[in-house]
């Protein structure tokens, strides 16, 4: 907080919006976003996880009301930022994230093929043979979300 608390920093009859650089707003605005978002993902970490290959222990329940207050705390503060920097609402777009996905994935998928793996060791035939008729169904699946997304409705 600003000394005196409460937000309206300002110096000599100029505020913070007025003195900042777009790229200053540009940067911290992005790091800004990355702690809120960070901070949001520390909640998860109260809700135990179960998938097809990852599993994890929640955090101790007894610890989530403190947290939970203090990182409503850390969002307020991120708010106020927000409002003394000038800081503008980022509007994201759910199918550019979603491609932005689809991309990585296919790539993770394509660095599971035997050629890549050689480099940790020989691949025996049989496991060669498998690996690549699942990462053809793994990126023949990707293929039809990247489709589906790029349709319109």
């Known amino acids: 907080m600003p000394p005196g608390g409460g937000g309206g920093f300002a110096m ?7 003195v900042i650089s777009q790229n200053h707003r ?10 809120e978002e960070y901070s949001l993902k520390l909640l ?12 994890r222990s929640p955090l101790p329940q007894e610890k989530t009301e403190a947290i939970e ?8 503060r991120i708010r106020d930022m927000k409002a003394e920097l000038g800081l ?4 994201r777009s759910a199918r550019r ?28 035939d049989p496991m060669d ?3 690549k008729e699942c990462l053809k169904d793994l990126s ?14």
């Open 12 to 18: 000599a009859d100029r505020t913070l919006q007025s």
């Open 26 to 35: 540009r940067v911290i605005s992005v790091r800004m976003r990355l702690l």
């Open 44 to 55: 998860e970490l109260f809700r135990p996880f179960e998938s097809v290959l990852t599993s």
């Open 69 to 76: 207050s203090e990182i409503a705390a850390f969002r307020s």
């Open 88 to 91: 503008e609402h980022a509007h």
């Open 97 to 124: 994230e979603a491609a932005a996905l689809i991309s990585t994935m296919i790539t993770y998928v394509e660095e599971l093929h035997p050629r890549y793996l050689r480099g940790y060791g020989a691949v025996p």
């Open 129 to 131: 043979h498998y690996l």
């Open 140 to 153: 023949e699946t990707l293929d039809k979300i990247s489709r589906f997304l790029k349709k319109e409705k």
